[in-house]
């Protein structure tokens, strides 16, 4: 076997354990995210600001090994300032953890939501797995909040400036009484 | 013979800038505050119970301020203006001197109650709970402006002087109204749950809270706040009947 020859099947060799390892790398990051999350209440998540609704989704370890310490929270963008939302004041619940999910086990995950103020919205929630570098999230969803139709400025304002003008009226009424009984 | 004494002082609070200028007062803080519950977009975030809850609180807590300040000169006016004397010298029993001041003290509670309805009717607009709204902040209202005239009267008999009833008054109001604005994490302590349960002015905004917000709008189902309250008028009246007959033992003119 002349050089050229061995060199070939070296080079064949070669290939053939640097294909074998990208293919087994590739396997073993598909089989380490297993994770898949969904968000099963799109539809009922427009509202009113001031509503309270539910973010209903689901956790779904589709592998073969059990999958343990993974926390999942909600994050939200707010579509007509391209900013994120400052969660504060509309979710008291932060993050959701799960100890262990088993292979092929679904599990729930609901966030209450109060919708603070009106516009467009989108809506992911990311799981994190420990001991591993990438999050899973789910698809996004958009949703709307409508304004609040609470304020009726029409109806207060003949109270509001009416009430004390009213009470006034009577004040300087019976004053012009008391002079006038004073008087006589 | 009380009734002379609540009509004449009647004719005072209504034909003097005093008594009818607490009118005008409370009439532009129910203003305030109405329009901005209704007007402002923060404010009007909040669920519309919860803004008939917070109006609610608002015009009892105005009223009891009010009363407090009306009922702790009423009295003790007839012994800095020196009309006392002359007063007790008439055939007047002290029944119908309490009774008729009282009576003054609580009509003046009804007119702030009559002018609170407009924004009443106007912030429960929409919802069934205009009636229980009102029934609500009159009989609470009721209740508490009684316990605390009553109260405020027996400190009046003892001290003899406006300046330091008002403040003992407005200190009793105070410590009593502070901590019903604590957070219900704040009241979750044993022992605050126990002074909130026998605070009347806890006991008016509980019960406000189970009628507008949590529905609750029978009296059996109010029934853990209002016997507080009737418990606090209680306590009150003894201790008037305490100060009144001391009253009479001192004399109207008291020598020191």
Not at chain 1, 59 to 74: E, K, R
Not at chain 1, 96 to 103: K, S
Not at chain 2, 25 to 33: A, M, W
Request: aromatic content about 12%; glycine content about 6%.
């Amino acid at each position: 076997m002349n050089n050229t020859k061995r060199l070939l099947i070296l080079g064949v060799l070669g290939s053939l354990l640097i294909l074998g390892m990208v293919y087994a790398y590739a396997e073993n990051q598909t089989v380490s995210q297993p994770l898949t999350i969904s968000i099963i209440s799109e539809k009922a998540l427009s509202g009113t600001a001031g509503d309270f609704t539910t973010v209903n989704a689901q956790i779904s370890n589709s592998g073969s090994q059990p999958l343990n310490d993974i926390t999942t929270y909600i994050s939200l963008v707010d579509e007509s300032n391209k900013m994120p939302v400052d969660l504060e004041d509309w979710s008291a619940e932060k993050g959701l953890f799960i100890g262990t999910i088993d292979a092929g086990q679904t599990l729930p995950l609901n966030w209450k939501v109060h919708f603070v103020k009106a516009g467009k919205y989108s809506l992911i929630i990311v799981a994190e797995t420990a001991g591993q570098e990438m999050p899973q999230v789910s698809s996004i969803v958009y949703f709307t909040v409508k304004p609040k139709l609470n304020l009726n400025p029409g109806q207060v304002l003949p109270v509001a400036l009416g009430t004390p003008i009213f009470v006034l009226f009577i004040m300087l009424l019976l004053n012009y009484r008391r002079n006038a009984y004073k008087s006589n | 013979m009380f009734r002379n004494i609540w009509l004449k002082e009647l004719k005072e609070q209504l034909y003097t800038w005093k008594g009818t200028l607490w009118l005008v007062i409370s009439s532009l803080v129910f203003s305030l505050i109405s329009y901005l519950l209704l007007t402002d977009k923060e404010l009007s975030l909040l669920d519309q119970t919860e803004m008939m809850w917070m109006l609610a609180k608002v015009i009892i807590g105005i009223g009891l301020l009010i009363i407090s300040i009306d009922a702790s000169s009423i009295i003790s006016n007839e012994f800095e203006k020196e009309t006392a004397e002359s007063l007790f010298l008439s055939p007047i029993k002290m029944k119908d001197f309490v009774l008729g001041k009282l009576l003054a003290s609580l009509s003046m509670w009804f007119f702030i109650f009559i002018v609170s309805i407009p924004y009443i009717l106007v912030t429960s607009a929409g919802t069934k709970l205009f009636f229980p709204f009102l029934i609500y902040v009159f009989l609470l209202g009721t209740i508490g402006v009684l316990g605390f005239i009553m109260l405020i009267f027996a400190i009046s008999l003892l001290f003899r002087s406006s300046k330091n009833t008002l403040t003992t008054s407005l200190i009793i109001l105070l410590a009593l109204a502070v901590p019903s604005l604590f957070s219900t994490t704040l009241k979750n302590n044993s022992f605050a749950n126990v002074l909130s349960k026998v605070n009347p002015v806890d006991n008016i905004f509980s019960s406000l809270d189970n009628v507008l917000v949590d529905y609750q709008t029978s009296l059996l189902q109010n029934g853990q706040f209002i016997f507080p309250l009737v418990l606090f008028c209680l306590i009150a009246f003894i201790f008037l009947v305490y100060a009144s007959k001391r009253f009479k033992r001192a004399g109207v003119v008291k020598h020191e």
